[in-house]
């Protein structure tokens, strides 16, 4: 469930529809969107409710579906292409704000008092989701925001590719360096990571060992081991091995689908796309470890819902999410697997999925519960920017890794005492 960005060079996207890393931290102009409403009645009570523009067909009938079907309110649905996020953000300060809407995990939604804890509706059916979907909505103790779809990331790779070159699916970033090169043959690039560095950035940094930030919010991840991958990752970044001008971003396999590199970061839900053009002859792997006290990483994307403070009646609001993220299992099911592919965040659904069960997709749920790592509410999209440029400075464009952390950590610091 994306939208493509087709940004090269250093004008990296700074979106990411499928993050659970965004924030609304910069405010931009108003994009376009589009409306849908629900059902008329409710006894004069509406709520309007927010979605990005999600790519897979028949995910903004479903939103409508869902809002026709609640009878305790009228419920509009604004669809927004585009820049969501910076819709977001110039929405919820103005008069027109979403009573209800989805995004992801973001402490100064909580700090500037944007969004209203959620605890007293989810705390019945809190131990169906999973710990680290309820800690990455959570600030201070309180819970914010209802996971809707979990959307774990891997690398998928050509099994046919692999037996031909002798490869085996990396377990090091070594590995996966050395698999890039053997693969790359005449128009096929060995690896394909995006054309921004910004998909990648996070598992890259995770892969080394620690989260961006400690247990008490301070800085983790300035290692020795993380300048050590970065000048790798510098070194692989020069070589011939990458695809570099794809047709679309990661988050579409399209790149992989044509052939043009025999691995490719994508996210669970270009599974069936992939199994219809390859059938059998696909895997996946999570990203690679790096480093002696480095961990392998499978990167949790996916979107939460939440209520907006300025709701017009956010007793309603919550009623209202709650009636839809908790108690009808049935569309929750149908949202995460009847349009895309996902992972429903509430287990006992998750469990029940046929579609999950067996083949890649039980294998890309087991390396989930595995590897996955889960955003922190306390690592903003401001301090995620300082950090991609520092990433970008570093492997793009060949500055010293070491400087380049000095001063990612220096604003970072700053934008930490500033939150508190």
């Not at 895997?283 to 790096?290: T, V």
């Amino acid at each position: 469930m994306s939208n493509i960005s087709r940004g090269r060079g250093r004008d990296w996207d700074r979106r990411g529809v499928l993050r659970a890393m965004s924030g609304v931290a910069a405010l931009g102009g108003l994009a376009a969107c589009g409306s849908n409403t629900g059902r008329s009645g409710g006894g004069g009570k509406s709520i309007k409710q927010m979605y990005h523009a999600y790519g897979e067909q028949g995910t903004q009938q479903a939103a409508k579906k869902f809002a026709d079907a609640y009878d305790k309110a009228e419920v509009t649905i604004e669809w927004v292409p585009g820049e969501y996020e910076s819709k977001l953000a110039t929405t919820l300060l103005g008069s027109g704000a979403p009573d209800v809407f989805e995004y992801h995990p973001d402490l100064q939604l909580v700090r500037s008092r944007q969004i209203v804890p959620l605890d007293d509706i989810v705390a019945d059916v809190k131990d169906d989701f999973l710990p680290e979907d309820i800690t990455a909505n959570s600030v201070d103790g309180k819970i914010y925001g209802i996971r809707m779809i979990d959307d774990p990331q891997f690398f998928f790779y050509r099994k046919s590719l692999f037996e031909k070159a002798g490869v085996k699916p990396p377990a090091t970033f070594d590995e996966l360096i050395d698999a890039a090169h053997k693969l790359t043959s005449g128009k096929v690039k060995g690896l394909y990571i995006g054309q921004n560095l910004k998909t990648i950035s996070k598992p890259l940094v995770w892969s080394t060992g620690p989260h961006y930030l400690d247990a008490d919010h301070r800085i983790a991840y300035h290692t020795d081991n993380l300048v050590e991958t970065l000048t790798k990752a510098r070194e692989l970044y020069k070589s011939k091995s990458l695809l570099l001008g794809a047709p679309t971003e990661v988050w579409d396999p399209a790149s992989f689908l044509q052939g043009l590199c025999a691995i490719q970061w994508c996210g669970i839900w270009a599974i069936p796309a992939i199994q219809k053009a390859f059938g059998d002859d696909f895997g996946i792997f999570p990203f690679p470890k790096s480093g002696a006290k480095g961990r392998q990483v499978v990167y949790n994307g996916g979107w939460s819902t939440y209520v907006s403070a300025k709701a017009k009646d956010v007793d309603a609001a919550k009623e209202f999410v709650k009636w839809l993220w908790i108690d009808q299992k049935k569309y929750q099911q149908e949202w995460a697997l009847d349009y895309g592919f996902h992972i429903p965040a509430r287990k006992s659904i998750a469990a029940g999925a046929d579609k999950l069960k067996s083949g890649v997709a039980a294998e890309a749920v087991e390396l989930f519960n595995t590897h996955g790592v889960f955003d922190d509410p306390y690592w903003t999209e401001g301090m995620f920017n300082i950090l991609l440029d520092a990433v970008v400075n570093s492997v793009r464009d060949s500055k010293n890794p070491e400087a380049e952390l000095d001063s990612a950590d220096k604003k970072i610091e700053r934008a930490l005492k500033q939150l508190g």
